[in-house]
């Protein structure tokens, strides 16, 4: 993908995500994922020459000695994996979200380098009253930072700072703690490890068109021991990988991110709507017991569901299963038997389904990477039997 193909893909993403966030932290019904503007995305990186082996933190040649912001002014962190209106399949950044995000957003929070390295390339979201850039900083050993709405540039990279809308290549270099600008509201935040790949994408070349994607672990793993505690301390999840995790793919189960044949896998055939072709059944990124079915196309919308009886688990779901019908409800956080007021940081949260069902949808694996889907609006799995000549084939 061309940087001018990225920039069109992320210009309007804050939008997106001030909505997702809002939807999430405000509304908090799940199944209200309803539509939004384009995902955010990071950078290309050419990978011809790195050996990808599958991931191994404890033999790290490099440990990031400082947090990838100041983590004093944060209220807490979002992990990776979420899924929320078009960001139809796991989300491959983490989120740091300030105490005033959604009101006056006052508080301005630094962004540093966590070790040593080369901001490569700026770039301006454009599309926004105020700047907004994204950067993306090489580290030694294959390993990228990669930032997504800074608002404000340090003095060192200011004057390389593209136009609205515009991307540069650069090659700025920046020690380990120096502060590379500052934002207001949320940052995005993911560490790509160009020596692994995550071994739960089972079609790998699905993703040709965000090839960082595959290569994106949890991030805390990457920093001293000191540092990822305080992360962990900030974060709203609790269990490993506490940082987040994107991929669930498990071959022959219905696990994990599917894409409707012959859409082009997760670039789908028109980059303004890319998602309308996805679907994952996967689990909550804060509370990873529950089951989340995530859809491109739910009647024109993206929405995400809780399934009822929240069962049977995807990852039992094969071949021998024959069909299953998952009954799709709204879902909501609670904080020790309350809703949360998804604004405050606390951290075991629990989740419930509501009962009233807003749809059925029959699945049926056919072949171990291939998988018969169809919805069935305002109705129940009492009320049907089995496909219809609309039913659609998903593939990995």
Same mark, same amino acid.
């Given at each position: 993908?061309?940087?001018?193909?990225?920039?069109?893909?992320?210009?309007?993403?804050?939008? !997106?995500?001030?909505?997702?966030?809002?939807?999430? @932290?405000?509304?908090?019904?799940?199944?209200?994922?309803?539509?939004?503007?384009?995902?955010?995305?990071?950078?290309? $990186?050419?990978?011809?020459?790195?050996?990808?082996?599958? =991931?191994?933190?404890?033999?790290? %040649?490099?440990?990031?000695?400082? /947090?990838?912001?100041?983590?004093?002014?944060?209220?807490?962190?979002?992990?990776?994996?979420?899924?929320?209106?078009?960001?139809?399949?796991?989300?491959?950044?983490?989120?740091?979200?300030?105490?005033?995000?959604?009101? #006056?957003?006052?508080?301005?929070?630094?962004?540093?380098?966590?070790?040593?390295?080369?901001?490569? &390339?700026?770039?301006?979201?454009?599309?926004?009253?105020?700047?907004?850039?994204?950067?993306?900083?090489?580290? !030694?050993?294959?390993?990228?930072?990669?930032?997504?709405?800074?608002?404000?540039? &340090?003095?060192?990279?200011? /004057?390389?700072?593209?136009?609205?809308?515009?991307?540069?290549?650069?090659?700025?270099?920046? $020690?380990?703690?120096?502060?590379?600008?500052?934002?207001?509201?949320?940052?995005?935040?993911?560490?790509?490890?160009?020596?692994?790949?995550? $071994?739960?994408?089972?079609? /790998?070349?699905?993703?040709?068109?965000?090839?960082?994607?595959?290569?994106?672990?949890?991030?805390?793993?990457?920093?001293?021991?000191?540092?990822?505690?305080?992360?962990?301390?900030? %974060?709203?999840?609790?269990?490993? =990988?506490?940082?987040?995790?994107?991929?669930?793919?498990?071959?022959?189960?219905?696990?994990?991110?599917?894409?409707?044949?012959?859409?082009?896998?997760?670039?789908?055939?028109?980059?303004?709507?890319?998602?309308?072709?996805?679907?994952?059944?996967?689990?909550?990124?804060?509370?990873? &017991?529950?089951?989340?079915?995530?859809?491109?196309?739910?009647?024109?919308?993206?929405?995400?569901?809780?399934?009822?009886? #929240?069962? =049977?688990?995807?990852?039992?779901?094969?071949?021998?299963?024959?069909?299953?019908?998952?009954?799709?409800? &709204?879902?909501?956080?609670?904080?020790?038997?309350? =809703?949360?007021?998804? %604004?405050?940081?606390?951290?075991?949260?629990?989740?419930?389904?509501?009962?009233?069902?807003? !749809?059925?949808? @029959?699945?049926?694996? @056919?072949?171990?990477?291939?998988?018969?889907?169809?919805?069935?609006?305002?109705?129940?799995?009492?009320?049907?039997?089995?496909?219809?000549?609309?039913?659609?084939?998903?593939?990995?």
């Amino acid at each position: 993908m061309s940087s001018s193909n990225i920039s069109n893909q992320i210009a309007i993403g804050k939008v !997106a995500w001030f909505l997702g966030v809002l939807l999430l @932290l405000t509304i908090g019904c799940g199944g209200g994922g309803g539509g939004g503007e384009n995902s955010d995305s990071d950078t290309q $990186t050419d990978t011809d020459s790195v050996d990808e082996t599958t =991931p191994d933190t404890d033999n790290q %040649s490099t440990s990031f000695n400082f /947090p990838p912001l100041d983590l004093s002014k944060v209220e807490f962190i979002l992990p990776l994996g979420g899924m929320i209106g078009n960001h139809v399949t796991p989300i491959d950044h983490q989120y740091y979200v300030a105490p005033d995000f959604g009101e #006056n957003e006052a508080i301005e929070i630094d962004v540093y380098a966590p070790a040593d390295g080369t901001v490569t &390339s700026i770039q301006h979201m454009g599309n926004f009253n105020n700047d907004d850039y994204r950067f993306v900083v090489d580290h !030694a050993n294959n390993l990228q930072s990669i930032y997504i709405h800074v608002d404000n540039l &340090s003095d060192k990279l200011a /004057p390389y700072a593209p136009t609205d809308g515009q991307f540069i290549n650069t090659n700025i270099t920046v $020690t380990a703690g120096e502060v590379l600008g500052s934002y207001s509201g949320s940052v995005d935040y993911n560490l790509v490890d160009y020596n692994m790949t995550l $071994t739960g994408f089972i079609n /790998p070349s699905s993703y040709n068109a965000e090839p960082w994607k595959i290569h994106t672990p949890d991030p805390f793993d990457y920093f001293n021991d000191t540092i990822r505690a305080a992360l962990i301390a900030k %974060s709203l999840r609790t269990v490993e =990988p506490i940082g987040g995790k994107i991929d669930h793919d498990i071959n022959g189960r219905l696990v994990g991110n599917w894409f409707e044949e012959n859409t082009n896998g997760y670039a789908g055939l028109d980059q303004n709507n890319y998602w309308l072709g996805h679907l994952s059944f996967a689990y909550d990124y804060i509370v990873p &017991s529950h089951i989340i079915a995530s859809f491109g196309d739910y009647a024109g919308e993206q929405k995400q569901f809780g399934v009822l009886g #929240n069962s =049977p688990d995807p990852a039992e779901v094969s071949i021998s299963s024959g069909l299953i019908k998952y009954d799709l409800v &709204s879902y909501d956080y609670y904080d020790n038997g309350i =809703p949360w007021d998804r %604004s405050s940081f606390t951290q075991g949260l629990e989740m419930d389904n509501y009962t009233f069902i807003d !749809a059925v949808v @029959l699945v049926q694996l @056919l072949e171990a990477g291939r998988l018969k889907v169809e919805i069935f609006h305002g109705q129940t799995s009492t009320d049907v039997s089995g496909f219809t000549e609309d039913a659609k084939i998903y593939v990995r």
